[in-house]
Structures are given as C-alpha cells and as structure tokens.
C-alpha cells in the first residue's frame, strides 16, 4: 500500500437505517425517467416527443449548446409524457416500459485498439458521455476538453453511504474495459480514491492504468473534489474529469457488448424502512417499486442520494441519474417548545451543547427540522472544522452573494462544488443555503468565462 493521506477535519454523521449486505432483483417499474435536472447548466432540446416509440438506448434529448451530448432512455417502450415545470422547463422525460429491452446496438471492441476520437464518437452515441464530469464547475464533460487527469472515488463516506467495495463485485472485467477507455481520453493519468480502512474491492486491486491513492479519515474523505484537492489542485485554466465507479462499469459494459445497459445498483437505507437492503433495478426507476410496503410511517421525507446533497423525490417519483441510494427519514415538519434547553440525549451535536457527545459511536434518528430560521451571516470557525481544504468558506459564500469574481477566483471557488460544503450548510448556525449559493456562483463564473 502507498502512502495514506489522512484528514482530519470533517463529521460522520451517524444515522439508523443503514443497508444490509443482501441482494434483492427490484420489480420493475411501469415507468422509467431521464431528468435534466440531474445534470447541471443543461438546456435540453426534446428528440423523442410523446407516444415514440423508443430502445434501449434511444436519443430522448440532447444538449442546446453541445448537441453532441445526447441523452438516452433506459428502457424500451413508448415516451409516455414530458414534465414541465415553472416557465416550461423541462423537468423529466417519462418512458413507458415494454418489458422487452429491445436495444440500440452501438460499437464494440477494444478499447486499447481504439483512438480517442472513436471512443468519444461511441460514448456520445451510447448517451453514456454525461456520465463523465468535469471540475471546475461540475457539469457534464466537453469531448474537446483535455484533462489534466481523470479522478474516481472508490468509496463514499457520506451518511449511509453504499459500501462500494459491495456492490463492485464480479465486475473486474467491466472495470478495467472502462478503464481502458477512459486512458484513451486523456494524456495524465487516472487516479483512484480507495479508503485505507478497509482492505480494496477486487476489481479495485487487480485495475491496471490507474494509480491507487489511500485516504483516511472522517466525511468529507470521500469526495472526489476533496481527493483532487490532496493530489492535484484545481488552477485557474485546468481541466480534471470525474466519474463514479459504476459508471466507469457501464462505459466497460458498452465496449464489452456493444450495448448501453442500464442496470444499476441501489441501496435503500434510512431510520424509516423496515428492511434496508440493496436493489439491483434500471436507471431512472420508479421509487416507489422499492419502497412499497417496507416504510414504518407514511410522513417521511423521501431522498435520491444522500441526507447532505439527495434531491427530495415523492412515492411517485423516480430515482435520480447517477444516485447509488434512497434515503428515507422522518418528517420534520413540526415545532420544538424549548428544544435547546433539554438534555439531548437523542440530539446530535458537532459541539458539546447536548450530553450526547459523551456517546460518539451512537446512532441518530434525525428528521429535516431546521431547528430554527436563517439568521446574520457571519463569521465563525464552524465551516474551518468540517472541511479539509485550504479555503476559507464563509468568505468564498460572501463573495460570491456581491458577485466579486475576482475574489471568487482568489478564494478557491474552482477546488469546489456543492458536494465539498454540504457539511458547512449542515453545520450552519445561520441556517445559510450554502450549496445552493456556491451553485450560483459557479453558474455566474462559467456564463462569464466560458
């Protein structure tokens, strides 16, 4: 083993719910969804309009300012509906599944005999290019793009996260094709996250052109951006591409079969299911195929991805993109008489305000209750004890609320996305939307420079 990069300032967050180690084939759904919402800065522009027929792997949309990125449909079967949201906007395209998974059919072959001009033509045709992301920003990857590097976190530590090394079995082959295909795209090298902790995941071990990087340490270890952060970090006009491991399996798969499979995994977890498991189901599900009949109340709060970054979904919605897990907690839709002056024994804490600092390995049962409204702004040390990078965070949200680019730049707002300060909203005694302002502020940065 290489050298371990520890950190040491971060929070686990520990929550009840996590998922067992077992294997349940999920029903499959009536429907299946693409949302652009799961992508950010896309404009998408419709190909598949209602009652098409689609396959597997069917162009549904594509990108208005990059109409080379296209956008594929799970699943064979009949566009069924476009939702619109505010001002029209696009907020899912909704299949009708046939059962028959008749495919699209697309290159297959070597990687290692390809040049990369063929395998950015055979991502873009799969629909399996927006897998690939890039820092800064966090948006879906430019084929024209070189990166300095390509970054995979071979483990997630955020609360309740999957156990990668789980769900990476008996995919060495996949992995190591996709990987192949990955080198191709770039004249650095691939580097892979892996938690010092725990011995690797095979496919992990046996991988070959990647360098293997060991981190330990609390959330936010497991972040790609974090990681990127201790290797490389991320200058004013470099370009570094990230992608999750399952993806990099699905790209394997392409290759492999000359076929998009859209098969995934996903653990179900959280305080209120009755039994968290992991399911193997389609991209874009329907939630409710996994959660009927396993919740313990019906006021929960219903989450695709983790507690700190998952997008609110409800039982007739479907799971996001590129999300690994369903959380599931309670409702916090209620109000606290004197809450700060109680003992807090069940109250987790960052700080010793409650008694249950004296138990550190306990196990919470949080709802979404805020505990209070957005106050002053100011500046505190908390965002300093949760994020392991050389940023100062308060100033970077600040600059960013007066618009001051040049400070933005001077303050690191390119090491960032959402993921790296969801602890500093978590931890926020101001109750300040942090991911949702350093979006803006990216967003601002990107229409400006790009």
């Keep these: 083993m290489s050298e371990v990069i520890k950190i040491r300032r971060g929070l686990d967050i520990k929550l009840k719910g996590k998922a067992d180690k077992i294997f349940i084939k999920a029903p499959r759904s009536k429907t299946y969804s693409v949302k652009p919402v799961d992508f950010q800065s896309l404009t998408p522009k ?7 027929e689609v396959k597997v792997g069917s162009t549904l949309f594509y990108d208005k300012y990059h109409p080379e990125i296209k956008y594929v449909s799970p699943v064979s079967g009949i566009v069924q509906k476009i939702v619109r949201g505010d001002r029209r906007r696009i907020i899912a395209i909704v299949v009708e ?17 390809m040049s990369r001009e063929e395998i950015v033509e055979n991502l873009l045709e799969s629909g399996l290019w927006p897998m690939i992301k890039k820092r ?22 955020s609360p309740l996260a999957p156990d990668y090394d789980y769900i990476m079995k008996d995919t060495e082959k996949e992995f190591q094709a996709g990987i192949d295909a990955l080198a191709r795209l770039t004249e650095g090298k691939i580097h892979l ?12 071990e046996i991988a070959k052109n990647v360098e293997r990087h060991y981190f330990k340490g609390p959330h936010p ?3 790609v951006g974090i990681q990127i ?17 399952l993806d990099v399996v699905t790209i394997g798969r392409l290759f492999m079969t000359g076929k998009y499979d859209p ?18 189901l389609i991209r874009g599900a329907e939630v409710e195929t996994i959660v009927r009949d ?20 409800s039982m007739e919605g479907h799971i996001g993109y590129s999300d690994t897990q369903v959380t599931v907690i309670p409702e916090g839709d209620y109000y606290e008489m004197f809450g700060w002056i109680t003992p807090g024994l069940k109250k987790f804490s960052m700080s010793r305000s409650f008694l249950s600092w004296l138990m550190p390995n306990k196990e919470y049962k949080l709802d979404t209750n805020l505990h209070g409204g957005e106050r002053a702004y100011v500046f505190t040390h908390e965002y300093n004890k949760v994020l392991p990078m050389d940023i100062h965070a308060v100033a970077l949200i600040k600059s960013i609320l007066v618009e001051d680019i040049d400070k933005m730049e001077q303050l690191g707002i390119y090491e960032v996305i959402e993921e790296d300060l969801a602890l500093c909203e978590f931890v926020c005694t101001s109750k300040t939307p942090v991911q949702k302002i350093l979006r803006d502020g990216l967003t601002m940065l990107r229409k400006e420079l790009e």
């Excluded at 419709?46 to 098409?52: E, L, N, T």
């Excluded at 599944?97 to 005999?113: I, L, V």
């Excluded at 098969?263 to 193997?280: A, D, F, W």
Aim: net charge positive; with cysteine.
């Design 263 to 280: 098969s995934t995994i996903v653990s179900l977890c959280g305080s209120e299911v009755v039994k968290p498991v992991y399911y193997k």
């Design 46 to 52: 419709i190909v598949a309009k209602p009652c098409v």
């Design 229 to 245: 952060h201790k290797l490389s970090p991320m200058n004013k006009g470099e370009i570094a591409w990230t992608i999750k491991p």
């Design 294 to 313: 396993n919740l313990k109340q019906e006021n929960v709060r219903m989450i695709s991805g983790n507690v700190l970054t998952g997008r609110k979904i």
């Design 193 to 204: 996250g892996l938690d010092a902790s725990y011995p690797a995941a095979k496919s992990y």
């Design 221 to 223: 270890v497991g972040n």
């Design 97 to 113: 599944d046939d059962g028959k998974d008749t495919a699209e059919t697309f290159k297959k072959g070597d990687p290692t005999k």
């Design 136 to 157: 800064p920003y966090g948006v879906v990857a430019s084929p024209t793009d070189k990166p300095k590097g390509i970054f995979i976190s071979g483990f997630d530590s």
